[in-house]
């Protein structure tokens, strides 16, 4: 099993960016996917998840109302649309997958996730 993730770069705040995990021996569909990350010096923190079994999202607080997570099923492929990004966003990105957990929702902590992608560097200047 592979993930990768991509689509990090430097934007300026305010602006957008569109962050893609894409998988390899592994299909996405029905698995439960989490988008981290991870600022220098920071422990790593889930900022959105999305449930394999119902589609259940969940956003961290810093991120709430500005990230959407979504699924491609043709291209076996999970998004992080990121909004109105502000320099606090700046952190490596990591996707995640693994099994749904049953009842236990929201799945959206590291220790959580057995598989895991390279991270994306997203930088937001002032």
């Known amino acids: 099993v592979q993930l990768q993730a991509s689509g990090g770069g430097l934007v300026q705040a305010g602006g957008s960016l569109r962050l893609s995990c894409t998988a390899s021996?592994?299909?996405?569909?029905?698995?439960?996917i989490g988008w981290f990350r991870q600022a220098p010096g920071k422990e790593r923190e889930g900022v959105a998840c999305?449930?394999?079994?119902?589609?259940?999202?969940y956003y961290s607080d810093p991120v709430q109302g500005r990230f959407k997570i979504s699924r491609d099923y043709d291209k076996n492929t999970v998004t992080l649309q990121m909004n109105s990004l502000k320099p606090e966003d700046t952190a490596v990105y990591y996707c995640?997958?693994?099994?749904?957990?049953?009842?236990?929702?929201?799945?959206?902590?590291?220790?959580?996730?057995?598989?895991w992608g390279q991270g994306t560097l997203v930088t937001v200047s002032s």
């Open positions: 995640a997958a693994d099994h749904p957990h049953g009842a236990s929702w929201p799945m959206c902590g590291y220790e959580e996730y057995t598989y």
């Open positions: 021996g592994i299909t996405l569909d029905y698995e439960t």
């Open positions: 999305i449930a394999g079994d119902d589609g259940s999202e």
